[in-house]
């Protein structure tokens, strides 16, 4: 039941399966619950090679030439592996700056894996005009892989009107964070008179399109997720026992694992 749509995304999704399988093992989740992943991660430059993190890019920047569908098969399957790190957010924040630009100069080195970004959907970044460009302050809060980053997208305000910008790592402050999920730690991102130039402030990417790109591949990851709970409970089922025969043979939780499929499936 993959979110795939015909057979070149069911190979799209079966290749990223197996590199997951391949690149991920159980052993380095249950590493990194006690121990920060390592910049750049294990398993950082053979999604790179193998044209992961650059699958929704275009081929003028060294990407696969695809698109949203293809990139959320992609992030299905590696939130179906729970793979730990930026991948998700490095790759969304990419696709932000794409919309904006499919041409644009740092996509480069993000879709060849030589640098990563994050984003941010909310923040209080306040920004003032400087020339072409801008003087951004604030904050935005619980950043996801802040501190692996090299470039921050967030949106600032601009008087009664919003930009989503690039901010460079090297100019902000950041301050790391307990976070919910101990796969993937978080940072509050702090920007004190940070000069922005024109060139990576991203006036073309509107509120409704980051909006969409975002929730879609976190909506993404989060089927993947749902479809690992769906077939480990399956399987569970099979071999579990109780009075004597395995409970996947009772009605009740028949319908239970049949209702999670088909949820999971729609979703």
Request: proline share 7%; glycine share 6%.
């Amino acid at each position: 039941m993959p979110i795939a749509i015909n057979s070149e995304h069911v190979a799209l999704a079966d290749s990223a399966h197996a590199f997951v399988e391949r690149a991920v093992p159980s052993e380095l989740l249950h590493e990194t619950l006690e121990t920060p992943l390592p910049w750049p991660p294990p398993f950082w430059k053979g999604a790179a090679e193998q044209g992961l993190t650059s699958v929704h890019l275009a081929e003028s920047v060294g990407g696969q030439g695809f698109g949203a569908l293809e990139l959320a098969i992609v992030v299905a399957e590696f939130g179906r592996g729970a793979v730990p790190g930026p991948f998700v957010p490095s790759v969304i924040a990419s696709a932000l700056i794409s919309a904006h630009d499919p041409d644009h100069p740092l996509l480069s080195d993000l879709a060849a894996g030589a640098s990563i970004a994050t984003f941010s959907s909310t923040s209080s970044f306040t920004a003032t005009p400087v020339g072409d460009g801008l003087s951004v302050d604030g904050q935005a809060r619980s950043v996801l892989s802040a501190t692996s980053a090299t470039y921050v997208v967030a949106p600032v305000a601009i008087d009664s009107e919003r930009r989503w910008v690039v901010l460079s790592a090297d100019d902000v402050t950041l301050d790391s964070q307990q976070s919910v999920d101990p796969l993937r730690p978080v940072a509050h991102v702090t920007a004190t008179g940070v000069q922005v130039p024109a060139d990576r402030v991203l006036s073309n990417l509107t509120d409704a399109r980051a909006a969409s790109i975002i929730s879609t591949i976190v909506s993404a990851e989060a089927v993947g997720v749902a479809r690992w709970a769906t077939d480990t409970a399956s399987e569970y089922a099979k071999v579990r026992e109780q009075f004597g025969r395995p409970i996947g043979q009772f009605q009740a939780i028949k319908h239970k694992c049949a209702t999670m499929a088909a949820v999971t499936e729609r979703a």
